[in-house]
């Protein structure tokens, strides 16, 4: 079975500070990916990442930055939290030649 | 730009009956279409997909269509149980220059009744 874990289920941060994300994956998945899920809107891509040290932005990457140095380990970066990035993020993955899609149970961060 | 739009929001049925969801995407590029379900507090589960050459999938009580032409495609839940009480959200391939994304619609809350 695939899994995709997540650091954290639930975080609460101060305005400014610079808040981690971490998600690995135990397949082998070359592409992993960060979305974030909003009531309403779904979900939205931040970036993604095709391999080690590779990045893509995705629909809305402003604000957030990503880091890939191991292929398991996929991290996303909030440099100076604000109150509108309070959200859920899911992390996902797939690779070895399935489209298939993975998710983490995703991280529940709330902006103070 | 890629967008998929899903269709309703909101959808409550008794226990029993069925439940049709569906959606319409912008790509013709598009080759895979992916449905996953989420209960509260869990991430995504893949719970059915189908590609671009095929027309029809069906598992047990859920079925999946796509036509191809038109660019849209529906998700099917027969006989209905408490259980597939959730929020489901449809797919699909936005492929480009560097991998392929999935681009989601935005989610259709199921209610079913006993």
């Known amino acids: 079975d695939v899994k995709v874990t997540q650091s954290s289920r639930y975080l609460v941060k101060r305005t400014g500070e610079k808040v981690f994300l971490e998600c690995v994956q135990d397949?082998?998945?070359?592409?992993m990916f960060w979305y974030r899920q909003d009531p309403g809107l779904g979900l939205r891509l931040i970036y993604f990442?095709?391999?080690?040290?590779?990045?893509e932005k995705g629909d809305i990457p402003e604000g957030y930055s990503v880091s890939r140095e191991k292929k398991e380990r996929f991290s996303l970066i909030l440099e100076s939290a604000s109150t509108n990035q309070t959200s859920m993020y899911l992390c996902?993955?797939?690779?070895?030649?399935?489209?298939?899609?993975?998710f983490g149970p995703g991280t529940r961060l709330l902006v103070l | 730009g890629e967008n998929v739009e899903q269709h309703p929001s909101t959808l409550s049925v008794q226990e029993g009956d069925s439940a049709v969801i569906k959606c319409t995407y912008s790509?013709?590029?598009?080759?895979?279409f992916p449905w996953y379900k989420q209960e509260l507090g869990k991430g995504p589960q893949l719970i059915i997909d189908?590609?671009?050459?095929?027309g029809e999938k069906k598992d047990q009580r859920i079925a999946v269509t796509l036509n191809k032409t038109a660019k849209h495609f529906s998700l099917h839940i027969t006989e209905t149980q408490p259980e597939d009480s959730a929020v489901y959200f449809c797919?699909?391939?936005?492929?480009?220059?560097?991998?392929?994304?999935?681009?989601f619609g935005k989610g259709t809350t199921l209610s079913v009744s006993s």
């Open positions: 790509d013709s590029a598009s080759n895979y």
């Open positions: 990442s095709y391999d080690v040290k590779m990045k």
């Open positions: 397949m082998d998945h070359e592409n």
């Open positions: 189908i590609r671009s050459n095929v």
């Open positions: 996902a993955s797939y690779g070895g030649g399935r489209e298939t899609q993975y």
């Open positions: 797919a699909a391939t936005f492929p480009g220059q560097a991998g392929t994304a999935l681009i």
